[in-house]
DNA sequence: TTGCGCCATTTTTTT
DNA sequence: AATGGCGCAA
């Protein structure tokens, strides 16, 4: 098979560069995969390269086997010695394998994942007496981690605020703890090579003379740390090859940095650039508007990418009622598309936050439509997984403290906190950690310890147990040691508490005996390192019909022939928390560039009236992104300016609740900081644009406008009515809903906001 | 010590 | 809506 066949000139150019430092533009739906897993073939066949001296960082686990199979297909067989995998991954395996030459790690080290990086977090904070609402665990983890992604250790950390000053405590102690506990957090993964490399330059040495070529998937979200580590493993021979687009770039919030590609012009000065320009997945229209979208960034460079797929189905957009209505909406389309030859894996709903994905499962439901969701809660992260992963843990590195402490008391064997605070209290005092310490306490008839009655055949049973394991753990696999603790610490019964939910939960105790495999002979730390490093989209199999329903951040890299994109609306995409800065902004705009690229033939777009976020309903403003859409590429309502001006002023997304006095309240005539939705001539053209309270017909491939789901009827209170609240003081009602025996109120009050209230209990009395 | 119920707080995105 | 923290009763 020829290798260069099927390609354009392009990606044959980039296919087939001599070695050296390449780097490759490639716009969405230009065929990287391709060009990747035939780089690496041409490396093999044609270059006559050892797969031994090869390395290619991938994305997720997920695109590594997909092209790991790519690569079997085209060298018909599966090359031996090719390292191929996530940074995380590929790192995991390496430290595993310099394990002696680390300085403060021993043999089967674990993985803490953010979980229990919060526990070593909160501990510290405790240890160094600093009040965990005034410095909270996620933003002190938020600060570890960038300090990591920027290759900053604890001693090297400058604080320059009041909470760097704490994070730089919190991070030294936080640092200290995993090491005590013999594991490292994710991104200590990448950290500790290059650290290790820089330590020790024999064994850098050693990788740089055995990885000839190394290739690197989604360059563009790469962070500082992964650079660093891709200039060490390309210290002296240069020939890395680098695939990215800064127009994909989505991860800046995790320490991602696209000016890793300005570095890579600086640092490999010998470089070629190749721009992969065609677009084999999009129609024209759906690529005209992804460009129109993407154009709108500040500091977008402009890329001429084409599309051999002239016209195609106009973008539909829509405003739903709210987030049901929006859901059903998609469900029926979905349900007339299948009817025109659909699969209903032909489609994917895209969402900007997890939480979004809950009414749209319940209209998947109800329609008996199958989907399959990525991510939201982890399977890994369910408390019943994680309870038994960290026994594992714990009998594989007795040192981890984090795993002791979890699952020392559960299922409650009566061990209560004061016995564990006194146990743990016990094992500092004599240098050990307190694994270690019930070891001693089980197995030596000498050991010295304050434990009497109950607490101590508590401690003593389980510390039993636990030795038992130990030595079970060295014979056998570890399906069986999992079978053995489930049975000993008899978790099924403690589960089962005659709920569904118990049902469920033992359910997901024996995916996870599933995953451990019926004869594997995988080691236990191998199969907890794998369990560690799944990822969101690892999962997703082409399996069944299933519609996927999935974040924006999850699509990437995937491709769909009908793609819904839903909450477009300000607060949500772009989101609150990025709304005041202009690089996050820029970012989110590249998100839903991501999420429309990801379309192969139509695009839905949706956004709601109303919406429904932790308890509370408010009006949504549709999304200034919105504005970004040539008219000519858009079928649908288009958002009248007027009315979103009126509801702009109503709206209570993003800030605190509105109070009285003080600055202005309303966005749009806030000053400076914040930006007027639309109206703004950098980011919105609506000045151009007529005056549209247009409403069009609806796309014609929807198949009509579906009924309105259940309309409320007003029984007591009516739309429009003047009312009086004893507390919030006069309003309009807005809307009103029969919910069994009473009746919910939605009343807008001028300076509150809006209120969603029980009438039985407000008490409203109606004016006029 | 356990377990229940109330309260507050929470959500961006993920390896 | 759901989870965790906290206080109180058994």
């Not at 260069?4 to 990606?11: F, G, I, K, T």
């Not at 604080?159 to 405590?169: I, L």
């Not at 084409?306 to 909406?329: C, H, V, W």
């Amino acid at each position: 098979m020829d290798l260069l066949a099927n390609l354009n000139e392009a990606q044959r150019a980039a296919v087939s560069a001599p070695a050296g430092a390449l780097l490759v533009v490639a716009g969405p739906g230009s065929g990287k995969t391709r060009v990747l897993t035939h780089r690496i073939a041409y490396l093999i066949r044609e270059m006559r390269v050892s797969p031994w001296h090869i390395m290619a960082v991938t994305f997720t686990n997920k695109a590594a086997r997909e092209m790991e199979h790519r690569i079997e297909q085209l060298l018909d067989g599966r090359p031996q010695g090719l390292n191929m995998g996530t940074f995380h991954a590929i790192c995991a395996r390496l430290l595993r394998r310099e394990v002696d030459t680390l300085t403060h790690y021993q043999r089967d080290f674990v993985i803490f994942d953010t979980a229990d990086q919060l526990q070593v977090i909160k501990q510290a904070l405790a240890e160094l007496n600093l009040d965990d609402k005034k410095f909270p665990p996620n933003k002190m983890l938020n600060g570890i981690s960038n300090a990591k992604n920027d290759l900053i250790t604890p001693a090297e950390y400058v604080a320059t605020n009041y909470t760097g000053a704490a994070v730089q405590r919190v991070y030294e102690r936080y640092q200290m703890t995993l090491r005590v506990n013999n594991a490292m957090d994710f991104d200590d993964l990448m950290m500790n090579v290059v650290l290790l490399f820089d330590e020790q330059p024999e064994v850098m040495a050693r990788y740089q003379e055995r990885y000839h070529h190394v290739l690197v998937d989604e360059f563009q979200d790469t962070n500082a740390t992964q650079y660093r580590l891709l200039r060490q493993l390309t210290g002296d021979h240069n020939s890395i090859f680098a695939v990215g687009d800064s127009d994909q770039s989505i991860y800046k919030w995790r320490g991602a940095d696209y000016r890793n590609i300005q570095n890579f012009y600086r640092d490999y000065p010998a470089s070629r650039t190749i721009l992969l320009e065609q677009n084999y997945r999009s129609t024209q229209v759906i690529l005209d508007a992804a460009i129109e979208v993407i154009r709108h960034n500040r500091d977008h460079i402009p890329k001429k990418l084409f599309t051999e797929r002239p016209g195609g189905t106009k973008i539909s957009l829509r405003e739903a009622y709210n987030e049901s209505d929006e859901a059903a909406t998609i469900v029926d389309t979905i349900e007339s598309l299948m009817l025109k030859n659909r699969n209903g894996n032909d489609f994917a709903v895209m969402y900007r936050t997890n939480a979004q994905s809950r009414a749209i499962e319940e209209a998947f439901v109800q329609a008996g439509l199958p989907y399959r969701l990525v991510g939201a809660t982890q399977f890994y992260q369910r408390r019943e997984v994680k309870d038994i992963i960290a026994y594992l843990r714990l009998i594989h590195n007795p040192l981890d403290a984090v795993s002791f402490n979890r699952v020392l008391n559960v299922p409650t064997r009566g061990i209560g906190q004061q016995t564990q605070a006194q146990f743990n209290a016990w094992a500092a005092a004599g240098g050990r950690q307190p694994a270690e310490a019930l070891l001693r306490l089980a197995t030596d008839p000498d050991a010295q310890h304050p434990f009497t009655g109950r607490a101590y055949k508590a401690l003593y049973q389980f510390g039993s147990l636990y030795a038992a394991w130990r030595t079970l753990s060295e014979r056998v696999s570890v399906g069986e040691l999992l079978d053995a603790v489930l049975e000993q610490i008899n978790y099924r019964a403690y589960l089962e508490d005659g709920t569904e939910e118990g049902e469920d939960r033992w359910a997901n105790v024996m995916e996870l005996r599933g995953v451990a495999g019926v004869d594997s002979q995988m080691a236990l730390g191998d199969f907890l390192q794998q369990v560690s490093l799944v990822a969101e989209t690892d999962n997703l199999d082409s399996e069944a019909q299933a519609t996927t329903l999935l974040t924006l951040h999850a699509a990437k890299g995937l491709e769909f022939p009908v793609v819904f994109i839903t909450g477009l609306e300000e607060g949500l995409l772009p989101h609150s928390r990025s709304m005041d800065d202009e690089d996050e902004l820029a970012e989110e705009r590249r998100l839903f560039y991501v999420g429309l690229t990801r379309a192969k033939d139509a695009i839905y777009l949706s956004h709601a009236f109303r919406r429904t976020s932790w308890g509370d309903s408010s009006v949504a403003v549709p999304s200034r992104f919105l504005s970004d859409l040539p008219d000519a590429l858009v079928d649908g309502q288009r958002p009248g300016n007027r009315r979103r001006e009126s509801i702009d002023r109503m709206s209570t997304w993003g800030d605190k609740p509105r109070t009285s006095g003080g600055r202005p309240t309303s966005p749009s005539t806030s000053s400076g900081d914040r930006r007027p939705p639309v109206t703004n001539n950098v980011w919105g053209n609506s000045s151009g644009r007529p005056a549209q309270d247009e409403r069009r017909l609806p796309p014609p491939n929807t198949a009509g406008d579906p009924p309105r789901r259940e309309r409320p009827v007003s029984a007591r209170y009516k739309t429009g009515q003047k009312v009086r609240h004893a507390k919030f003081g006069d309003g309009t009602v807005i809307e009103t809903k029969v919910t069994g025996s009473d009746e919910e109120v939605v009343v807008a009050f001028p300076g509150l906001g809006i209120k969603r209230l029980a009438a039985s209990i407000a008490a409203l009395e109606i004016i006029e």
